[in-house]
């Protein structure tokens, strides 16, 4: 993979965020803290402020080394192999996640007589083909693709400003202090970028710019949550936990901008459609670069097949099998506590060794 610049990185990382922002996490805020949900959006945007920093002040004696690499020279070979598949199969699952939740969105709007299978085919189709671009041409590509999608969140937030109702923020602590940092703690998991700095380091053309290019990133979507949770808690409030159509939608409907702008619910669909585009194919290419660092393989093209496929086979599955709710609310937290903690052990570990292998060559 070629080295990526300062601004594409940013973007990237922005947009592993994004698809799990607007579709997943920033209904599930406002349903489960309801008045204290813009309360609960600035405590985990501080944590994951926090987080993002203490990974980068981790990977300082590790400039320019894969997360992968560094688990081996923390554990081994067999380390190294354990943990990538528990990072491929993470980052796989919240690809079929989200777009088991676009497809759902997709199928209410427009297509409800169209077999789901061939809806999800379209998407599988995108994300093939950003696997098999050269040049990393589909990466770069998303630093064109996230833009529009920010400016449309804020340009939501704004056209329905006369909407709001303010006293929607009212009592403060919404459900209680439980539901706003205790639990409320658990909706960490929107900022996937967290998951996915650990293996940007390696990828970059100025590795020391590291530390910058990932809190600028944590920052940028911390206001894109705030303005999408805002925005659906502003004009539902409790109304909103019902049906499976995500609420940011919706109010793209209330929004009146004269008669020379029509279809705007449509423009929005087309921006997230493309959006939701560029997060598989991020995820899928982070899945395959895993894959080959654990195998050794040369050539990621045959594999990249087989990947679209079994994201393909997945996401069916979990729509046919399985409550998005539960999938999100439960098991969707789980995974991502659970591969955010054991990237931060293996990094601090593996610190602990450098500098005891250091102390031990000193002596």
Known sequence: M???????????????TLGITVLVSSQIIASSCLSSSLINTGYISFVALAIT?????????????????????????????TVGIAFFSYFLYTAAVVLCKA??????????????????????IAACFACNLKNNAFLRATF?????????IFFI?????????YENIYPLLGNGINATFGYGISNLYTFGGLAYILFL??????????????????????????????????????NITSGQLFPL?????????????????????????IAICSFLGIYSNLCLDIFQNITNITDKKPVSYCFVLLL???TLWIDSNFSLEVLQEAVFKIYFFSVLILGLVILTLSNIKKILSNRKELT
Do not use: W
């Open 2 to 16: 070629e080295k990526i610049n300062n601004k594409e990185a940013i973007f990237l990382t922005i947009s592993c």
């Open 53 to 81: 920093i203490l990974i980068c002040l981790l990977y300082k004696k590790f400039i320019g080394l894969s997360f992968l690499d560094i688990t081996e020279y923390l554990g081994g070979k067999f380390l190294k192999f």
């Open 103 to 124: 497809v759902n969105c997709l199928q209410i709007v427009y297509y409800p007589m169209t077999n789901v299978s061939y809806t999800i085919l379209l998407f599988v």
């Open 144 to 152: 064109l693709f996230v833009p529009p999608v920010i400016i449309a």
């Open 157 to 165: 937030f704004v056209g329905n400003l006369k909407n709001f109702n």
């Open 201 to 238: 380091p390696q990828h970059l053309k100025r590795p020391d710019k590291f530390m910058s290019i990932s809190v600028i990133s944590t920052i940028i979507s911390s206001v894109t949550l705030t303005l999408t949770v805002g925005t659906i808690i502003l004009m539902f409030n409790k």
């Open 249 to 273: 939608y919706l109010s793209v409907r209330y929004i009146e901008f004269g008669t020379f702008f029509q279809r705007l619910d449509s423009a929005f669909l087309l921006v997230m459609n």
């Open 312 to 314: 393909f086979a997945l």
